[in-house]
């Protein structure tokens, strides 16, 4: 099949001149690095942290999503403190793969007050039963001076954010839209949407947390940073 996109350039996450290419429109589950396999809100988010987190080796820096690829055993190979969990989006939950990893739930971290530099997410927000509880959660596990950095697709953009579901007291989940599941190339069999994220989202961070948030939006054709939702979103909790 002819490549829709084909690009020679830099990938931020193996850090190599690449090729990349895309057989799809939809670049930002398509446009992969053909040496390493990024996204292109994989290379955005590398970037951001080459960018405004210089140091991050000497760092701590916790990092989730729904699967390990290339973008966390690069991060491992350079972050003495980097630790990796897989997201477990309801009890239920189970990756097939990776079992070996532990899940988490991210409402409830096993991580003591205070103790982590960066917390990264990948696609995760979107995904949380309970995204005040799980945003309070990441705030509290922060270091003062500490910032969550994460990519969430904002599919409402200029239009306000939508629960689609959540889960009630009695441990049933609540549909208030038509149940759906965001998968992606790589993971087709994504887990149950809970919010349609719009631009508001970094007001309903600061209401749930008091950190102050900026959404980045690299475009860049070189580093393949190209097509819809690759934001990048860094809240800080002030120290
Ligand atoms: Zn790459």
């Given at each position: 099949m002819e490549a829709y996109f084909n690009h020679h350039g830099f990938c931020p996450v193996c850090a190599k001149d690449v090729d990349f290419s895309s057989?799809?429109?939809?670049?930002?589950?398509?446009?992969?690095?053909?040496?390493?396999?990024?996204?292109p809100r994989e290379r955005a988010l590398m970037q951001v942290l080459n960018d405004y987190f210089p140091d991050l080796k000497d760092r701590s820096v916790f990092e989730m999503a729904l699967e390990k690829r290339a973008f966390s055993l690069r991060l491992s190979s350079y972050i003495k403190n980097h630790s990796f969990a897989l997201f477990?989006?309801?009890?239920e939950y189970q990756p097939?793969?990776?079992?070996?990893e532990k899940n988490v739930v991210l409402e409830q971290l096993d991580i003591d007050d205070n103790s982590v530099d960066i917390v990264i997410t990948h696609d995760l927000m979107n995904h949380v039963l309970k995204p005040r509880l799980a945003l309070k959660e990441i705030a509290r596990v922060l270091k003062p001076g500490g910032a969550h950095i994460f990519t969430v697709p904002l599919v409402n953009k200029t239009n306000s954010t939508v629960r689609r579901a959540e889960r009630l007291s009695s441990g049933k989940i609540k549909h208030q839209q038509e149940a759906q599941y965001w998968g992606s190339a790589?993971?087709?069999?994504g887990p149950l949407v809970t919010m349609d994220w719009g631009y508001d989202i970094g007001n309903f961070i600061l209401t749930a947390t008091q950190m102050p948030t900026t959404l980045m939006n690299i475009v860049d054709k070189d580093k393949a940073i190209?097509?819809?939702?690759?934001e990048v979103v860094v809240s800080f909790k002030n120290g």
């Open positions: 057989v799809f429109a939809w670049y930002r589950d398509h446009l992969f690095c053909k040496k390493c396999g990024s996204l477990d989006a309801e009890k097939s793969d990776n079992r070996n790589t993971k087709p069999d190209l097509g819809e939702m690759n």
